[in-house]
């Protein structure tokens, strides 16, 4: 290796024993290394935060396999660079017998068409696509694609795992220029990685190279941070700031508070943030935080998922705006998220409780001579479409788990509940 190089590629793994904070996949009984023992690869797509090693995983799979690699970029390669590698891999097929591995890294960003190319080339078995990603796979991969591969999730990595990983670029770079730096105190290079482990060594090596010619050896805490500041980025879409912004923005919302709302929207879209992501996650905070005081926040919520993505930037923001806003002003309750939390902890608890004989399906003569559906009173040939019977099992009957709201909504609801039910839903 060039000394000249970054110190992140220097410290790159070249083996799985050598990758940090993977050990569910990597470990003794992790499936990419039970894949590699087997020698029998699969089409994969790695969805994980940055840095936690999604290329280095794809290359060292390259490397035990012995298959050649081919790296494509999705910000940069288009459907013709796609199917020029498609090409090579399969003349490369011929000679070696094994599929070559065509990675892709932010394949997120690949459109349909983009990903549908990849398809017949996969289904034929002339490349094994590696795929990674930063997004939810279910939301950014074609349906197509996606079942044809496997995904594996990769962790953020601990503060430990951070911690060793100082150390050891520590140790690389005081071998590699001959210095004596030691490091006071590592909490504020862990803080400004966010769990990147390559932003973490590519920030002890900015440091380091501040006081190389200094006589300063013990490097503090003031010391790192009269530097990183100096080069923070405005808005780290992928770091520590991504995920405090949105936290903002969803807290804003949810205490009724347009204003601030908007001021955080302004502040992801300038630093260039996934619509998408912002729009997913009005979606949940529409049922989860307004929920049935506003039942059309979620179809105004999923209405602007929609829209977006027609839309696109510039544009998408107005559209942002406008569902931040009617989000933010409408009346709140978590009653729905409440319920269905208590019902699964409950569910957990108690097992599989047996459902009622008069709830059961009877399709055969068997199952009606075991009274499966018998006294089942059929609700709309009862007035008012209501007949009060038992919908729950046995052990747990009368239990509440949906509590209505103090909003006029679900006040109504609450009414309404209480004429057909009395007590119950007091």
Known sequence: MNSNSPLAEILRPKNLEEVVGQEHLTGPKGPIRRMLENDTINSLIFWGPPGTGKTTLAEIISEQS????YKLSAVTSGVKDVRDVIDDAKKQNLFSGKSPI??????????????????????????VLIGATTENPSFEVVSALLSRSQVYVLKALTFEKLEELADTSLQKYNELNKTDFVLDDKAAFIQYSGGDARKLINSIELVLNQFKNSKITHITNDEVLSVLQENMALYDKNGEQHYDIISAFIKSIRGSDP?????????????????????????????????????????????????????????????????????????????AYMAINEAMALVKKTGNLAVPLHLRNAPTKLMKDMNYGKDYQY????????????????????????????????????????????????
């Open 66 to 69: 012995k298959r050649k690699f």
């Open 259 to 335: 204003n601030a709302a908007v001021y955080w929207l302004a502040r992801m879209l300038v630093g260039g943030e996934d619509i998408k992501f912002i729009a997913r996650r009005l979606v949940i905070l529409a049922s989860e935080d307004i929920g049935l005081a506003n039942p059309n926040a979620l179809v105004v919520a999923n209405n602007c998922f929609q829209a977006i993505n027609m839309i696109g930037n510039p544009e998408a923001r107005i559209i942002l705006s406008e569902t931040a806003i009617y989000l933010a002003v409408s009346p709140k309750s978590n009653s």
């Open 102 to 127: 065509l990675f892709i890294d932010e394949i997120h960003r690949f459109n349909k068409s983009q990903q549908d190319s990849l398809l017949h080339a996969v289904e034929k078995g002339w490349i």
């Open 379 to 426: 609700a709309h040939s009862h007035e008012g479409n209501f007949v009060d019977q038992e919908f729950l099992p046995e052990d747990i009957s009368g239990l509440q788990f949906y509590q209505p709201g103090q909003n006029s909504t679900e006040q109504k609801i609450k009414d309404q509940l209480n004429k057909k039910w009395g007590s119950r839903y007091e």
